[in-house]
T-cell receptor
């Protein structure tokens, strides 16, 4: 099955700096890559997603890039704020069941004021 | 609020016992997913149902079982509970169409003493 690896496991940045989280996937047939944010004690929520026919997608301070050839995708958060502190999970769709996601292990982002 | 409801919110029980977790998907969603999240861990996929039928299985123990009923709500049954089963159990739902967002419920926190 698909294997999703996520790095780093923890990331600490100063408020206002940028944060980058990277994920790789193993099956080139995966074609949907969502990112979820989970605040402490709360449910994961989708923050941005990208499909394999697009190389980049941006939503205000958040952007995701996809390199299909290298099989990796990244989350970029600019002008970080303390409320960005959370655990971020990347995921890739199962090539044989596009409803199912394989999640990365998560990145704990700490934005220091 | 994602529209996905889970009950109970918290559950405390003893080793060897059996519990049932309940999930109601968003209105119109046909697919239900169950995930286990142990302390400071990622999201472990357990099982997926689509319109009453099992669609995919992950790392679900034999002591665990699930089903989706005709009204589309789902139940996750955990039996012969062990200390290591203590975790946050999330239910998510989606339309069931390819590459659609999964909406997570608030989770059930299970503590096995």
């Amino acid at each position: 099955g698909e294997n999703v690896e996520q790095h780093p496991s923890t990331l600490s940045v100063q408020e206002g700096d940028s944060a980058v989280i990277k994920c790789t996937y193993s099956d080139s047939a995966s074609n949907y890559f969502p990112w979820y944010k989970q605040e402490l004690g709360k449910r994961p929520q989708l923050i941005i997603d990208i499909r394999s026919n697009v190389g980049e997608k941006k939503d205000q301070r958040i952007a995701v890039t996809l390199n299909k050839t290298a099989k990796h995708f990244s989350l970029h958060i600019t002008e970080t704020q303390p409320e960005d502190s959370a655990v971020y999970f990347c995921a890739a769709s199962d090539p044989y069941n596009f409803n199912k996601f394989y999640f990365g292990s998560g990145t704990k982002l700490n934005v220091k004021p | 609020d994602s529209g996905v409801t889970q009950t109970p919110k918290h559950l405390i029980t003893a080793t060897g016992q059996r519990v049932t977790l309940r999930c109601s998907p968003r209105s119109g969603d046909l697919s239900v997913y169950w995930y286990q999240q142990s302390l400071d861990q990622g999201l472990q996929f357990l099982i997926q149902y689509y319109n009453g039928e099992e669609r995919a299985k992950g790392n679900i123990l034999e002591r665990f079982s699930a089903q989706q009923f005709p009204d589309l709500h789902s139940e996750l049954n955990l039996s012969s509970l062990e200390l290591g089963d203590s975790a946050l159990y999330f239910c998510a739902s989606s339309t069931g169409q390819a590459n659609n967002e999964q909406f997570f419920g608030p989770g059930t926190r299970l503590t096995v003493l």
